[in-house]
């Protein structure tokens, strides 16, 4: 799985496979699409010249150029580089230090007191490498003051990023321009990160329990306005339903007086039917987690345009339930995978989220539709997804579990 730094110069070299699934032509997946047959190219070969892809053809065909360097990958499945839609690699340095399995409320209050802990870039630094030997080509991050080192890390490492700057609280006070709703924070941040970096920055929002309504309005309508993605936390937990409906449980209890102001009135509304009232949903929008999700909830999310990224092993890991996945995918939701951060997972190997679904008995055609074209849709990178002429020269091989699956078909 080539990376960036790795192919500066415009040298060609080839890769061959016993099967390569390119994924050319086709664009992001919804309902019956998700689960259209893949095609698959057998004993193929990727040719590319620098960082992008010149052709997927047979390697009966391939004529390679003198001096061109071809290396074999064996009996193995290539896919387009993988797409981690949602991680958090600012907290890597966390990992192992939160409650899991008792709820979200007790993870959350068990995170509060180190989130004040300072950024260890070694653990960013080995996170990213760990992430980019999965094949993953990019991810969605949210992240804090952090954003220069996880970008310039990641950059060092070839892994491409979409840096969500969230917003955290509901002080208002210093949120004075709504045609520039970036947090006070990122204002130098933005002036001394090179333009490789600003232009897939974009402010997002944490969750509606944790973010002003204005703040979030405004912050969607300058991405929708500079063409980059919008993202919150959505429908995660119980108790996000529960504050956000009655103004009651463990939630408001623990945010009371700290992060929601004490004139806090409860919306009145659980989490997917607020995000529409307050004009959140829609296409461009990335709503992470959906859990707790009726039928009304999810036509609400077909309907509008939003794309849902899963991540079922964090879900598990903090006892919140599992995503409606089928109702989802059947509905039409445009669906893609992440991993979420070391506080609520093991690792940050997006694989592993598709190989949970795929013991629930996902489909092995989405599976391979949401790591790839789905999320790079979702994250709003149409250089990656698939691999064909003009697209970054990123892949992965898919997981060794998954070769008996293929083979049956």
């Known amino acids: ?63 390679p150029d003198a001096g061109m360097e071809v290396r074999d990958l064996g009996a193995v499945t290539v896919v387009p580089g993988l797409i981690n839609a949602h991680t958090h690699l600012q907290l890597s340095h966390l990992a192992g230090e939160t409650v899991w399995g008792k709820g979200f409320v007790p993870w959350l209050r068990s995170l509060i007191p180190r989130l004040s802990l300072p950024l260890r870039p070694e653990a ?10 999965t094949g993953t080509a990019l991810v969605g991050d949210y992240t804090g003051q952090g954003v220069l080192t996880v970008g310039d890390l990641a950059r060092e490492a070839g892994l491409e990023c979409t840096l969500f700057c969230e917003w955290f609280g509901f002080d208002t006070s210093a949120f004075t321009r709504r045609d ?16 490789s970096l ?18 979030l309005r405004a912050a969607h309508a300058w991405c929708a306005s500079h063409d980059r993605p919008f993202s919150l936390h959505l429908a995660e937990f119980p108790e996000e339903t529960e504050a956000l409906v009655s103004g009651r449980g463990a939630l ?38 959906c859990v707790q999700c009726s039928g009304h909830d999810i036509r609400l999310l077909a309907q509008s345009g939003t794309a849902v990224c899963l991540c079922p092993r964090s879900n598990a890991a903090l006892a919140v339930g599992a995503p409606p996945v089928s109702a989802l995918a059947e509905a039409g939701v445009l669906l893609c995978l992440g991993t979420d951060g070391l506080t609520s997972n093991t690792d940050l190997d997006v694989r592993q989220e598709a190989i949970a679904l795929r013991e629930q008995g996902a489909p092995l ?15 709003g990178r149409g250089n990656l997804g698939t691999l064909e002429p003009g697209k970054l020269n990123r892949w992965a091989v898919l997981p060794e579990a998954w070769e008996e699956s293929w083979e049956r078909k």
């Open 252 to 289: 408001v209890e623990l945010y009371a007086g700290v992060v929601l102001p004490n004139n806090w009135k409860a919306p009145g509304l659980p989490p997917v039917p607020l995000a529409e009232a307050l004009g959140l949903l829609g296409p461009g929008t990335l709503a992470v987690h």
């Open 1 to 63: 799985m080539p990376t960036g730094n790795a192919q500066q110069s415009l040298r060609r070299m080839a890769w061959r496979a016993r099967r390569v699934i390119s994924l050319a032509g086709e664009g992001p997946a919804r309902g019956k699409e998700l689960f259209r047959p893949l095609r698959s190219l057998d004993d193929a070969v990727i040719v590319a010249c620098g960082d992008r892809v010149e052709r997927v053809e047979r390697h009966a065909v391939f004529r």
């Open 124 to 133: 960013v630094a080995t996170a990213v490498r760990r992430i980019v030997d």
């Open 198 to 215: 600003r232009r897939h920055m974009a402010p997002a929002g944490h969750a509606l329990y944790s973010t002003h309504a204005d703040i």
């Open 180 to 195: 520039d709703p970036w947090p006070a924070r990122y204002g130098a941040l933005m002036r001394d990160a090179p333009e």
């Open 365 to 379: 055609e989405a599976l391979v539709r949401m790591l790839t074209v789905n999320g790079a849709a979702a994250l």
